[in-house]
Structures are given as structure tokens and as C-alpha cells.
């Protein structure tokens, strides 16, 4: 299916007329991405479904704020990156588990769980990933997995290109050792 052009999107979705189905052409177009990156970033099936149902909520609700000096996509990515850390964040404090626990639960989901594919370097891959602080682990999923450039992570994680270039560097150096060890 062709995907409409954000300007269309946007355009139908200010028409009261079209409204609804402006709604459903911005999920359509999107939802698949944003999921995602979330996806990478919490790894459980049924957290990263809420998440991405929460990205567009929130997007929808604020879409009068939306500046057209980004992309949709960017600014989606912005809004579903966000929720990401901050579930993550809440998650943490909510079960008060210690990092390495927290690691071992998901490492364990990503083992048990059917709607992981891929074969055993993908897993070892997505394991050491879970030893990434958050932020590290975003920049490295948006380069490596999504080809974002730095200039659009930049845009969509609001940090300097410098510091995402040294943020790759750092993850992609401990991913090298992680799986070095295994």
C-alpha cells in the first residue's frame, strides 16, 4: 500500500470531514516503525503494544503542537522514544530491581519467547543489547537496525551529533566485548 505523504496526512486529519480517516492513514503509515524501535527497546511483546497504542494517543492529543520544521516519523520517533525510557524508568522503580535483575528477566524473555525470531547470533545479539544504560542502547537500535543518520537521531533523541557519535561508539564497543565473552 502507498503510503500518503505527511502533508496529507496532516491535511486530513484538520478536516473534520476526514478526520478519522487521517487517524487510521497516520497508524497505517507508522505503526509498524514505531513499534519497532520500542520493541528493541523494552523486548516484551504486550509492553511494546501498550507503548506504541500510548505513542499514538499522545501524538494524537498533541498533534496541534506538532511543527512542520520535522517529519511525522521524527517527531513519532521523539514521542515513542520518550515513553520507551520513561516505562523503562518506571519499571525500575516500580519493582525496584537491581539493573543485573532486571537484565536477567529480560535476557531470559528474549530465550523463552516465541515471538523473538531470528537464530542464535540474533539472540546473543539482543541479549548483550540489554547490557546498554538506555540511552546508549536507543542510539545504537536507531543507527544499527533502523539506518537513521546522526543528523535524524539527533532530531529525534534532541542531542548533538557529537555526543550520539561517541554514544555508538561506546555501545558498539561493549556489544563487541559482551560477545567476546559468550
Do not use: C
Not at 32 to 57: L, S
Not at 156 to 161: A, E, G, K, L, M
Not at 167 to 178: D, L
Amino acid at each position: 500500500m502507498m503510503s500518503l505523504s505527511d502533508l496529507a496526512i496532516l491535511n486530513m486529519i484538520k478536516d473534520p470531514s476526514t478526520r478519522e480517516k487521517g487517524y487510521r492513514a497516520l497508524m497505517e503509515t507508522y505503526q509498524k516503525r514505531v513499534y519497532g524501535i520500542i520493541r528493541k527497546m523494552v523486548i516484551v511483546h504486550e509492553d511494546a503494544d501498550d507503548i506504541t497504542q500510548n505513542t499514538f494517543i499522545k501524538a494524537i492529543k498533541n498533534l496541534d503542537s506538532f511543527q512542520n520544521n520535522a517529519s511525522l516519523f521524527t517527531w513519532l520517533y521523539r514521542i515513542a522514544t520518550n515513553e520507551s525510557l520513561n516505562f523503562l524508568e518506571k519499571k525500575k522503580r516500580r519493582y525496584f530491581f537491581p539493573v543485573e535483575d532486571h537484565e536477567e528477566v529480560m535476557k531470559s524473555y528474549i530465550d523463552d519467547s516465541p515471538l523473538i525470531d531470528g537464530d542464535e547470533i540474533q539472540r546473543r545479539l539482543q541479549k548483550s543489547l540489554l547490557s546498554l544504560p538506555e540511552k546508549q542502547r536507543l542510539v545504537f537500535n536507531l543507527k544499527y537496525f533502523d539506518d537513521l543518520s546522526y543528523d535524524e537521531i539527533s532530531k529525534i533523541t534532541d542531542t548533538s551529533v557529537g555526543a550520539l557519535k561517541a554514544s555508538y561508539h561506546h555501545a558498539v564497543k561493549k556489544i563487541e566485548n559482551e560477545l567476546k565473552v559468550d
